[in-house]
């Protein structure tokens, strides 16, 4: 079946260090990659959006990369800051597939 | 508003009971959704609606979970004779173009927490 896999385990860094999550997915081929970031007791908030054919996207602290070849999309939070925790979630929004999310948690 | 708002937050039931979940999308959204997300783990699709009609609820985990958007704007999710399982956190969204216009981002409510005992 189609899947998203995001790591599950908790990411733990130290504040101005650049945080970098992992989008693998399988079993299909993607057109869009959809990135979220969710706190908790609230709804997800769309942060970027990537196409295959998109190497990079760039929003200000923010880099996105899709690489076809490996199946897989990179999520760069650059000079990160406490106020970066949270869940940050990977999306295909034509299937509708979300990730689990992986947690980031930026220590001051 | 200028968000996606959804009542109760909080809605515990017992099992057995009925429960309705309202959604109210941004004014003039087209595409509506609803998920579920279970705890640690991401959104799970159940189904969509382009204005009134719901074109897709491949999602939906069996015939006690119904959805209706008869207006084409506010949407409700039932969930009769509710079982222990059903407690989640269930989520609706709105896009402003159809589903298949992939580049628009959805909007999320902060969600109804279903708890039953």
């Known amino acids: 079946s189609q899947k998203i896999e995001q790591n599950s385990e908790a990411l733990n860094i130290q504040e101005g260090k650049t945080a970098t999550l992992t989008c693998n997915y399988t079993?299909?081929?993607?057109?869009?990659l959809q990135w979220y970031r969710q706190d908790p007791g609230r709804g997800p908030v769309f942060l970027l959006l990537?196409?295959?054919?998109?190497k990079e996207k760039r929003k200000e602290r923010l880099k996105v990369t899709f690489d076809t070849t490996l199946k897989q999309s990179l999520f760069h939070i650059t000079a990160s800051q406490p106020a970066d925790s949270a869940t940050y979630l990977c999306a295909s929004p034509f299937k509708t597939i979300f990730g689990a999310g992986t947690r980031l948690f930026v220590k001051a | 508003g200028a968000g996606v708002s959804q009542s109760p937050r909080y809605k515990v039931a017992k099992r057995g009971q009925d429960v309705a979940l309202r959604c109210d999308p941004i004014s003039g959204h087209v595409s509506l959704f609803w998920y579920q997300q279970a705890l640690g783990q991401g959104p799970e699709f159940l189904t969509y609606?382009?204005?009134?009609?719901?074109?897709?609820k491949s999602g939906l985990p069996s015939d006690r979970f119904f959805a209706e958007r008869p207006e084409g704007s506010v949407s409700t999710l039932k969930i009769q004779r509710t079982q222990q399982e059903d407690s989640a956190v269930y989520l609706c969204?709105?896009?402003?173009?159809?589903?298949?216009?992939?580049?628009?981002?959805?909007?999320f409510g902060d969600g109804t927490r279903l708890s039953i005992l």
């Open positions: 990537i196409r295959e054919n998109e």
């Open positions: 609606f382009q204005n009134e009609a719901q074109l897709d």
């Open positions: 079993n299909y081929s993607p057109a869009y």
């Open positions: 969204a709105s896009s402003l173009e159809q589903r298949s216009r992939v580049s628009q981002p959805q909007h």
